[in-house]
């Protein structure tokens, strides 16, 4: 039981390219969400799926592309990279079943010079 | 939005003391929950607690929902438990997908 895995854990990319976080999880969890975390901040919702083919806007979606088309996985696409997009990315997946418990992964740090 | 504020935003202690952290939302909440983030970036969920009082070993969380706020408390702090402290909320109680987060509470707990 591995949890929730996030690939690849460090990316440098250059201004205008795109790019896939990957994010699986073996929970059979019905939640899972996307956040970034900038340097001395909390976490910002990004997009956010409450099952397979259901995806939905958080707080911070611009420049941001999810799909669900499995329970296991859930894909971030950065469609034009910027430096503001420069952060720590963390997938979470949560289901009732679990008790409340939220499980994240390790975390995506992203460079865009 | 909800807006969740989180004191102090730093706090250094010495091994063996206790701690208050708070954390005020500004809206009503059926989902509330405390994460610790270890120096390392890990993210471990420490409670899950929309009201009431909760322990776990030498962590305590109480949250009085009629008054907005909820309080995270640490005795007998070990260097381990350093680290960012925060508190998410979110006025749906299933929605653990859609939280707000406040910015935290550094802890440096030294030897």
């Known amino acids: 039981n591995a949890g929730v895995t996030q690939t690849p854990k460090f990316q440098v990319l250059k201004t205008g390219q795109s790019m896939t976080l990957q994010c699986a999880q073996d929970?059979?969890?019905?939640?899972m969400s996307w956040y970034r975390q900038d340097p001395g901040m909390g976490l910002r919702l990004i997009h956010y799926?409450?099952?397979?083919?259901?995806?939905d806007q958080g707080e911070v979606p611009n420049g941001y592309n999810v799909s669900r088309s499995t329970t296991e996985d859930f894909p971030l696409r950065l469609l034009s990279a910027a430096p503001s997009q420069t952060s720590v990315y963390f997938c979470?997946?949560?289901?009732?079943?679990?008790?409340?418990?939220?499980?994240f992964g390790e975390g995506s740090w992203l460079t865009v010079v | 939005g909800i807006q969740v504020e989180q004191s102090p935003p730093d706090l250094i202690l010495q091994e063996g003391a206790n701690s208050t952290l708070r954390c005020n939302f500004s809206?009503?909440?059926?989902?509330l929950q405390w994460f610790h983030q270890n120096p390392w970036g890990q993210l471990i969920n420490l409670f899950y607690?929309?009201?009431g009082t909760k322990q776990n070993g030498r962590l305590s969380a109480t949250t009085v929902a009629t008054e907005r706020y909820s309080l995270l408390y640490i005795s007998s702090s070990q260097t381990t438990d350093s680290g960012v402290y925060f508190c998410?909320?979110?006025?749906?109680?299933?929605?653990?997908?859609?939280?707000?987060f406040g910015e935290g509470t550094q802890l440096t707990v030294n030897p």
């Open positions: 929970m059979n969890h019905e939640y």
């Open positions: 998410a909320v979110d006025r749906e109680e299933t929605s653990g997908s859609r939280l707000t």
């Open positions: 799926s409450v099952g397979a083919g259901i995806t």
């Open positions: 607690i929309p009201s």
């Open positions: 979470a997946s949560f289901d009732w079943s679990s008790g409340n418990t939220i499980y």
């Open positions: 809206d009503s909440v059926n989902n």
